[in-house]
């Protein structure tokens, strides 16, 4: 996962992931809008070489990429276009381009990879490219899994909850597992009363990685997030059995002087598309609660 780097001062960072299924099945669930949107963020695709990927990652943040290399099922590549620069901010990394790669291990089994391609003359980016591979092995390729071995093909139906805290790190994760019962031996997590139903299995987060761990060193996001931690991941991954099949993603994320709250929540089948209304009103009443904001005079 480390920045490698050619005499051109071209740059690249991947991560990569097994998961189960066949490269027609891995490619719809990474390479188109319904796909990306069961298990990522909601994302709308053009799926052809000269279209356009769009991932929303709330109100007002979309990324935009033009799809230059379309190969189905083995092959994508999409190039966004850094904004202009401005006076207070120190100048980008220019063009990123993101390749998607689906190679078939076995009947029943892929490696996915992706790569992060940039120019730059100096190591100024590095940590943040490295964190978001860090992101991609560490987190989403694990919904990625997920989704695969448990719900693909099905209907989702997915809400995407952000809250800000003007506490720590450590004192808003506190916060959050206040919510929760989690048994160490079994893993099983319940919401507690008063707070909204959600009842699964945490899934494992036990990084071993001399790789990966390294990353929590050099990229200043992933080490501002884990600072004061002791030890701590503040992240929560489970795969839910009540209120619907499915999965939820929780996780904390230090923004200036804030701390980002992100919970995810990806409900599969009929039963999913019958709650889900109701549950994301519940979940943003009980985060608007716990971390309220001022209202603007």
């Not at 490269?23 to 990474?30: D, G, Y």
């Not at 929560?236 to 999965?247: S, V």
Request: include cysteine; charge should be negative; aromatic fraction near 10%.
């Amino acid at each position: 996962m480390p920045v490698e780097k050619n005499e051109n001062n071209q740059r690249r960072v991947q991560a990569e992931v097994e998961v189960p299924g066949t490269p027609e099945e891995v490619w719809q669930a990474i390479a188109t809008g319904e796909g990306i949107s069961s298990w990522f963020v909601p994302t709308r695709s053009d799926e052809r070489a000269g279209g356009e990927v769009v991932n929303s990652f709330g109100p007002g943040m979309d990324s935009v990429a033009h799809i230059t290399h379309w190969d189905p099922p083995t092959r994508y590549t999409a190039e966004t276009a850094q904004e202009e620069p401005v006076a207070e901010a120190p100048e980008g990394p220019g063009t990123i381009a993101t390749e998607w790669i689906v190679e078939a291990r076995d009947e029943s089994t892929c490696v996915v990879r992706v790569v992060h391609r940039w120019f730059a003359d100096s190591d100024d980016w590095d940590g943040e490219f490295e964190g978001h591979a860090y992101g991609w092995a560490a987190s989403y390729f694990r919904m990625l899994r997920l989704y695969l071995e448990h719900f693909a093909g099905q209907t989702c139906s997915a809400f995407d909850l952000a809250a800000f805290s003007k506490t720590s790190p450590p004192q808003t994760w506190a916060t959050l597992v206040e919510a929760f019962t989690i048994d160490e031996f079994s893993r099983r997590v319940e919401s507690v009363p008063g707070v909204p139903e959600l009842s699964g299995v945490q899934q494992s987060k036990e990084i071993t990685d001399p790789t990966l761990l390294r990353v929590r060193e050099t990229s200043p996001l992933v080490k501002a997030t884990l600072e004061g931690m002791d030890g701590t991941v503040p992240e929560l991954l489970l795969r839910l059995e009540r209120p619907a099949p499915g999965f939820a993603h929780l996780f904390i994320m230090p923004m200036g002087e804030q701390t980002m709250v992100s919970f995810r929540v990806f409900l599969f089948g009929e039963k999913g598309a019958s709650i889900a209304s109701d549950l994301e009103s519940a979940w943003n009443d009980w985060l608007t609660a716990q971390f309220p904001q001022e209202q603007p005079h």
